[in-house]
């Protein structure tokens, strides 16, 4: 069964600050999909990224980068010089089969950034 | 070009009753998820439609149901309410179920409160 852990529930920055976020997943699967996605106090979830298995190279959206590793079955997310509207609560997803698949939510990590 | 839109935005029932929640797809998307989201937790998988079928249905129970309309858009139904069915539902939609680049795009969510 796939399964997705986000160790940390919450996390406190300063403004300007680097920060990453951890994800670890667990699928049988060889072709899935992961994904970041950004719920701010709205509560929408915005999507951020998606990464398909065989593309193991990292990548990197302005402030944003992410880190896929395959041998320790993480897709971990750096913020740089995190700001205030950094602010919200991030998930990590899986899907397994193709990128339009039920999606497996980790419980998601809480970023503040204070001023 | 809209979002998803869901509706209701806020919904407050009292146990035993029945609910209807709606969802409009992006334009031209054909798949729609469902998803339940308690507080302080990772969405839960409900059901995926497409074309009018059910492509996947989550652990939930019979109480819960859905369907999908000739024009994509579509209604989760919850019969005989409980207090632990008060939560977020996500409604989200991708163009298609099928294997290819079809990440999932959320609507803003319909707040249930069971009392």
């Known amino acids: 069964a796939q399964k997705v852990t986000q160790a940390q529930t919450e996390i406190s920055v300063v403004e300007k600050e680097d920060v990453t976020l951890d994800c670890v997943y667990e699928?049988?699967?060889?072709?899935?999909?992961l994904f970041w996605y950004k719920q701010p106090p709205s509560g929408e979830l915005v999507f951020l990224i998606r990464?398909?298995?065989?593309?193991?190279q990292n990548e990197i959206s302005g402030r944003y980068s992410w880190n896929f590793q395959k041998s320790t079955s993480s897709f971990n997310f750096t913020i740089t010089a995190s700001q205030v509207v950094d602010s919200a609560v991030y998930f990590c997803?899986?899907?397994?089969?193709?990128?339009?698949?039920?999606?497996?939510f980790g419980g998601g990590t809480r970023l503040m950034v204070k001023p | 070009d809209a979002g998803v839109t869901q509706s209701p935005t806020h919904l407050i029932k009292t146990r035993g009753q029945q609910v209807t929640l709606r969802c409009s797809p992006i334009?031209?998307?054909?798949?729609v998820s469902w998803y339940q989201q308690v507080l302080g937790q990772g969405p839960q998988f409900i059901f995926q439609?497409?074309?009018?079928?059910?492509?996947g249905r989550g652990n939930f129970p019979d109480r819960f149901s859905a369907r999908q309309f000739p024009n994509y858009s579509s209604e989760l139904n919850v019969n005989a309410l409980l207090l632990g069915d008060s939560a977020l539902y996500l409604c989200?939609?991708?163009?298609?179920?099928?294997?290819?680049?079809?990440?999932?795009?959320f609507g803003p969510g319909t707040r249930l409160t069971v009392l």
């Open positions: 334009s031209g998307h054909k798949s």
């Open positions: 439609y497409y074309e009018k079928e059910e492509r």
């Open positions: 699928t049988r699967d060889t072709t899935y999909y």
């Open positions: 997803a899986l899907s397994e089969g193709y990128a339009g698949n039920m999606l497996t």
């Open positions: 990464r398909n298995s065989f593309d193991e």
């Open positions: 989200a939609s991708s163009w298609a179920g099928v294997a290819g680049y079809n990440e999932q795009f």
